[in-house]
């Protein structure tokens, strides 16, 4: 591979967002929006769909409903100080069920209904801080 090839490769930015399968979309969708604080983006077929994505702060997660899928995700949500401190203020507002956690960090960890778990970590200098 040539070092053009390489450069034209790297040059082009990437788009992602993780797809969480849930059992009942709207019923994670008011976990979401009403426990978490996402908004709804879209939602297929005028809301009566079974995917839709929510997006919080550029954090954005497509929902997905299929029987068929049992899988669980793990999702690693950095934030700097500011929003760690607005997020624990919002669970504890909210009555969101929390466990600390270890995953190379402490970290809290936020479980959806479906299982699917959002890690927040909890080190005082976030990998986002240190990359200022």
């Known amino acids: ?9 790297i040059a082009h930015q990437w788009y992602a ?4 399968f849930v ?3 709207q019923a994670a969708l008011r976990f979401y929006i009403d426990k978490l604080g996402f908004e709804k983006k879209w939602h297929v077929a ?5 995917v839709c ?5 550029g954090c954005e997660i497509i929902l997905c409903e299929d029987p068929a899928r049992q ?5 690693f949500v950095e934030l700097n100080r ?3 401190d607005e997020l624990r203020r919002e669970i504890l507002e909210r009555s ?3 466990q600390k956690a270890w995953w190379a960090y402490d970290v809290i960890r936020i479980t959806d209904p479906d299982g699917n778990e959002l890690l927040f970590p909890l080190d005082e200098t976030n990998d986002c801080e240190r990359q200022k």
């Open 1 to 9: 591979m040539s070092e053009s090839t390489v450069t034209e490769r």
């Open 17 to 20: 967002r993780p797809v969480l």
């Open 23 to 25: 059992s009942d979309v």
């Open 46 to 50: 005028d809301g009566k769909g079974t």
């Open 53 to 57: 994505q929510v997006d919080r702060g």
């Open 71 to 75: 899988d669980k995700a793990r999702l």
């Open 82 to 84: 500011e929003g760690i």
């Open 96 to 98: 969101v069920p929390i």
